[in-house]
């Protein structure tokens, strides 16, 4: 075997080895519908999906807070995520579901329309949201991932929590 | 020995399209609807529909006081007095905590299935 093919052995050796270690960084996103656009948040900051009931407004409260949610006893706060963003206001959340998400100081959800799938995406797929999308929308997200339903939104949770 | 606290006792009513609750031990009494006494007595009153940014109630008037501090709230309509155990109490989220007006809102409980506010109309604000 001429030195030639031994690297370029080598090599493909090493290519062979990277797509496993590329598929383990592959994190794993809930995607969920806001119309007919797709958005996604790390499943590692999701707690549990619920359908939406009892959803109490609470007077006063900034735009972007939907109301409290009584979570079988437990009360979250369900932020509106569609005035976050600054989409058009969804006449009625009595189909919505509810995403309760962990890792906050208060236990908060998110109001979205309904579950797409879970979908995994690896850091290299992850790319700046268009140019088209307003500063203080893209401004939500930490990117954005093609997967087969549409362009998926990837949310930065931080900066949507913070009304 | 250990020392427990007992349920509260809590009026809940409706103002502001909203279930909100005080301790019941705080309210003297209930007045009509007709606001006229607010003008010969010199105390704070507040709609609570228009505190909150909502249109002009026409329910009847609490009369709220705890120590020297005391106010006229009306609300739209008195629903029930329960016990409720502090325990099922849930402070407020710190958004809430941050806000002028739901800065009135002590906690959050659960009455049924419905969600209730509780308010501390010492908090309430002119």
């Known amino acids: 075997m001429d030195p030639e093919a031994i690297l370029a052995a080598i090599e493909q050796q090493k290519d062979s080895e990277a797509e496993p270690r590329e598929e383990q960084e592959r994190v794993p996103y809930l995607g969920f519908y806001l ?11 999701l707690r549990e999906v619920a359908r939406v009931s ?25 932020l509106d995520v569609r005035a976050i963003l600054g989409l058009p206001a969804q006449a009625s959340t009595d189909n919505s579901f509810l995403v309760a998400l962990r890792g906050f100081g ?15 995406v690896s850091p290299g797929e992850i790319e700046a949201p268009p140019a088209t999308w307003p500063a203080e929308r893209a401004a939500c997200f930490v990117g954005t991932a093609r997967v087969p339903v549409g362009l998926m939104g990837l949310l930065d949770l931080a900066r949507v929590t913070k009304i | 020995m250990t020392a427990t606290t007992g349920p509260i006792s809590l009026l809940v009513f409706e103002a502001a399209d909203c279930l909100m609750a005080i301790p019941a031990s705080e309210v003297a009494h209930l007045e009509g609807s007709d606001p006229l006494f607010t003008k010969i007595e010199n ?24 120590g020297s501090r005391s106010a006229w709230l009306r609300v739209r309509r008195v629903v029930d007095v329960v016990p409720v155990a502090l325990s099922v109490l849930t402070p407020m989220p710190a958004l809430f905590r941050r806000q002028l007006r739901t800065r009135a809102f002590l906690a959050a409980g659960v009455r049924g299935e419905d969600v209730f506010l509780l308010l501390d109309p010492a908090r309430l604000t002119s």
């Open chain 1, 54 to 78: 009892h959803l109490r407004r609470v007077p006063g409260a900034p735009a972007g807070v939907a109301g409290l949610v009584n979570l079988r006893g437990e009360i979250l706060c369900a």
């Open chain 2, 43 to 66: 105390w704070a009153a507040f709609d609570l529909d228009t505190y909150f940014g909502g249109r002009e109630s026409d329910g009847p008037w609490l009369r709220w006081g705890r």
């Open chain 1, 35 to 45: 119309g007919a656009e797709v958005y996604g948040l790390p499943l590692d900051q």
């Open chain 1, 106 to 120: 208060d236990p908060l959800g998110l109001i979205v329309d309904s579950i797409a799938d879970i979908y995994a």
